[in-house]
């Protein structure tokens, strides 16, 4: 009897130091930190679930219930929330209030949620979200680092990692301020693969401006989606209402293209073409395509005047074996007049010049070696149409730059070099196909310093041209070659720079003024048949000078 009395002591004991205990914690909150209880929980082939929280925990069964801060962690998913319920058997959960839902790349918050963490398919309710995007690297887009963000009334996630948004907005930008913003009644967001949108509208600002009954954006590494572009409307004073739409093709990873068309009330219809690609790391492919099939305009006389044509460019660059580089840039334009008429930007209007060229070059050890064709046509006047083409088919260049032979002495040598085969063309003047033409010219260079405060650089060169063809005194053309032998001088005074700093004490700036005067000498002697050459480009404007 006095035994178990003990025993009965003991617990009323215990009983009372765990009242007291409770009393003091409710009377003082802050007397003592409550310890987090942590259990965990088999769930099957060998995993277990991790349960943690703050507050009550209890076990009906497979049920297992807990509350304040709640941590549920379960093969790579972690569920927090201020409430969860967990069934260790079946592997579903309920949470309600601040939930936050990580899995991978994904993060979720919600007010409520229902998951089963071995299907991975559950509902969120009020959800705010984000889905980190990993792009494979492209200098040729701009693409940004920010996360996919969303907010839903309602998304559904399913087993094969997709998430159906109901009610949601959708932007790559600040969430907090973002620029531009998509919202869709219905959306689906494919991991690593794209976003589908349905009856969506473009906000900018959070101002609608664009509908689309369906849309779809990349959203994983391949940054590029097949599919058709948003559409073109607008108004023009020139061309009319225009409407028109493009296609969008990337088949490859390294190449994609584009076709598209516009329909111009007020003077026909547009064609445009981009082809792009990047076979190799060193190697690049750029083809576009613009033209107009034009209506034409009414003169004076009631007659329809047309001035639709075309242009297009191809672009090809690439870095060979063994420190060669090869670059084409061929620009084909069918007539000014089209230009003017149907440019996009003012700078492209008024630019009456059309190049291409293609070359192959090589820098090795201070020297180099190019190997070029060039072509390149002026438009002078309008109506009539004239024009002046000058081509350089083919053309090698040998230079060198400044190299010292002797260390201790500050003289310097180069050269520069070519030989090649000319064409012009204009309303006066057609030259034959290929008129040779060579040029050398070496060049010494000595620079001197008088002190800190005084450079100056003395050069002279002597320069041999020859032309197969020239011009004779009437200005006509004469196949009888000319050759010009010149010397050059140059001297260059490099005074000491001034500089004067101005403070500004109200904005606590200070600014700098520099002024570095530099004074230029040049003498150029021995051009004595200045009427003779062609004019074929600017070396052959070379005249004496003093």
Same mark, same amino acid.
């Given at each position: 009897?006095?035994?178990?009395?003990?025993?009965?002591?003991?617990?009323?004991?215990?009983?009372?130091?765990?009242?007291?205990?409770?009393?003091?914690?409710?009377?003082?909150?802050?007397?003592?930190?409550?310890?987090?209880?942590?259990?965990?929980?088999?769930?099957?082939?060998?995993?277990?679930?991790?349960?943690?929280?703050?507050?009550?925990?209890?076990?009906?069964?497979?049920?297992?219930?807990?509350?304040?801060?709640?941590?549920?962690?379960?093969?790579?998913?972690?569920?927090?929330?201020?409430?969860?319920?967990?069934?260790?058997?079946?592997?579903?959960?309920?949470?309600?209030?601040?939930?936050?839902?990580?899995?991978?790349?994904?993060?979720?918050?919600?007010?409520?949620?229902?998951?089963?963490?071995?299907?991975?398919?559950?509902?969120?309710?009020?959800?705010?979200?984000?889905?980190?995007?990993?792009?494979?690297?492209?200098?040729?887009?701009?693409?940004?680092?920010?996360? $996919? /963000?969303?907010?839903?009334?309602?998304?559904? #996630?399913?087993?094969? !990692?997709?998430?159906? &948004?109901? %009610?949601?907005?959708?932007?790559?930008?600040?969430?907090?301020?973002?620029?531009?913003?998509?919202?869709?009644?219905?959306?689906?967001?494919?991991?690593?693969?794209?976003?589908?949108?349905?009856?969506?509208?473009?906000?900018?600002?959070?101002?609608?401006?664009?509908?689309?009954?369906?849309?779809?954006?990349?959203?994983?590494?391949?940054?590029?989606?097949?599919?058709?572009?948003?559409?073109?409307?607008?108004?023009?004073?020139?061309?009319?209402?225009?409407?028109?739409?493009?296609?969008?093709?990337?088949?490859?990873?390294?190449?994609?293209?584009?076709?598209?068309?516009?329909?111009?009330?007020?003077?026909?219809?547009?064609?445009?073409?981009?082809?792009?690609?990047?076979?190799?790391?060193?190697?690049?492919? $750029? /083809?576009?395509?613009?033209?107009?099939?034009? #209506?034409?305009?009414? !003169?004076?006389?009631? &007659?329809? %005047?047309?001035?639709?044509?075309?242009?297009?460019?191809?672009?090809?660059?690439?870095?060979?074996?063994?420190?060669?580089?090869?670059?084409?840039?061929?620009?084909?334009?069918?007539?000014?007049?089209?230009?003017?008429?149907?440019?996009?930007?003012?700078?492209?209007?008024?630019?009456?010049?059309?190049?291409?060229?293609?070359?192959?070059?090589?820098?090795?050890?201070?020297?180099?070696?190019?190997?070029?064709?060039?072509?390149?046509?002026?438009?002078?006047?309008?109506?009539?149409?004239?024009?002046?083409?000058?081509?350089?088919?083919?053309?090698?260049?040998?230079?060198?730059?400044?190299?010292?032979?002797?260390?201790?002495?500050?003289?310097?040598?180069?050269?520069?070099?070519?030989?090649?085969?000319?064409?012009?063309?204009?309303?006066?003047?057609?030259?034959?196909?290929?008129?040779?033409?060579?040029?050398?010219?070496?060049?010494?260079?000595?620079?001197?310093?008088?002190?800190?405060?005084?450079?100056?650089?003395?050069?002279?060169?002597?320069?041999?041209?020859?032309?197969?063809?020239?011009?004779?005194?009437?200005?006509?053309?004469?196949?009888?070659?000319?050759?010009?032998?010149?010397?050059?001088?140059?001297?260059?005074?490099?005074?000491?720079?001034?500089?004067?700093?101005?403070?500004?004490?109200?904005?606590?700036?200070?600014?700098?003024?520099?002024?570095?005067?530099?004074?230029?000498?040049?003498?150029?002697?021995?051009?004595?048949?200045?009427?003779?050459?062609?004019?074929?480009?600017?070396?052959?404007?070379?005249?004496?000078?003093?």
């Amino acid at each position: 009897m006095p035994r178990i009395h003990l025993t009965l002591l003991d617990a009323r004991i215990s009983v009372c130091t765990t009242l007291l205990a409770g009393l003091i914690l409710l009377v003082f909150p802050g007397a003592a930190p409550i310890q987090a209880q942590q259990v965990r929980l088999p769930s099957g082939k060998g995993q277990y679930a991790e349960l943690s929280s703050d507050g009550e925990q209890s076990r009906k069964g497979d049920l297992f219930i807990a509350d304040r801060n709640v941590d549920l962690q379960y093969a790579g998913m972690r569920l927090r929330a201020d409430h969860v319920e967990y069934n260790g058997r079946t592997h579903d959960s309920a949470a309600q209030g601040h939930i936050q839902f990580d899995y991978e790349n994904q993060h979720l918050e919600a007010d409520e949620a229902h998951y089963n963490f071995t299907t991975g398919a559950g509902t969120f309710t009020n959800v705010r979200g984000n889905i980190k995007i990993v792009r494979r690297p492209n200098p040729q887009v701009l693409v940004s680092e920010n996360p $996919l /963000y969303f907010e839903a009334r309602q998304v559904e #996630r399913t087993g094969d !990692d997709t998430f159906i &948004v109901h %009610q949601a907005w959708i932007t790559v930008c600040d969430q907090e301020h973002p620029t531009w913003q998509m919202f869709a009644p219905r959306a689906k967001i494919r991991l690593n693969k794209d976003v589908a949108l349905v009856n969506a509208n473009f906000r900018l600002f959070k101002v609608p401006l664009l509908w689309l009954p369906y849309a779809t954006a990349p959203a994983g590494q391949r940054i590029r989606q097949t599919g058709f572009l948003l559409p073109d409307i607008g108004n023009s004073s020139t061309k009319g209402y225009v409407f028109g739409d493009a296609f969008y093709w990337a088949p490859l990873t390294w190449a994609d293209t584009t076709l598209g068309a516009q329909y111009l009330s007020k003077r026909g219809s547009s064609q445009r073409a981009e082809i792009r690609m990047k076979p190799a790391e060193n190697t690049s492919f $750029l /083809y576009t395509y613009y033209g107009v099939i034009d #209506r034409g305009l009414p !003169d004076a006389n009631g &007659v329809l %005047q047309k001035q639709g044509g075309h242009q297009q460019q191809l672009e090809v660059q690439s870095l060979l074996p063994k420190g060669w580089r090869l670059v084409a840039d061929f620009n084909q334009l069918s007539s000014l007049t089209f230009r003017l008429a149907f440019a996009d930007a003012y700078g492209d209007a008024i630019n009456s010049e059309v190049r291409s060229a293609i070359f192959v070059t090589n820098n090795f050890r201070g020297f180099s070696l190019d190997f070029a064709g060039l072509n390149d046509k002026s438009f002078l006047t309008i109506n009539p149409e004239t024009s002046v083409s000058l081509r350089n088919v083919p053309e090698a260049r040998f230079g060198s730059v400044e190299q010292a032979p002797w260390a201790k002495l500050p003289i310097y040598f180069s050269f520069d070099s070519f030989i090649g085969a000319l064409h012009r063309q204009d309303a006066d003047l057609n030259t034959p196909a290929a008129v040779q033409r060579t040029e050398f010219a070496p060049k010494v260079t000595v620079p001197l310093h008088f002190g800190p405060w005084l450079d100056v650089t003395a050069s002279g060169a002597v320069r041999t041209t020859r032309y197969g063809a020239s011009l004779d005194a009437l200005g006509n053309l004469s196949v009888q070659p000319v050759t010009r032998n010149d010397g050059e001088f140059t001297l260059e005074i490099r005074p000491p720079t001034i500089e004067k700093y101005f403070d500004r004490p109200k904005s606590k700036r200070r600014y700098k003024h520099t002024i570095e005067p530099e004074v230029t000498y040049r003498y150029v002697s021995g051009i004595n048949d200045f009427e003779r050459f062609i004019r074929f480009d600017a070396d052959a404007t070379l005249s004496n000078t003093n």
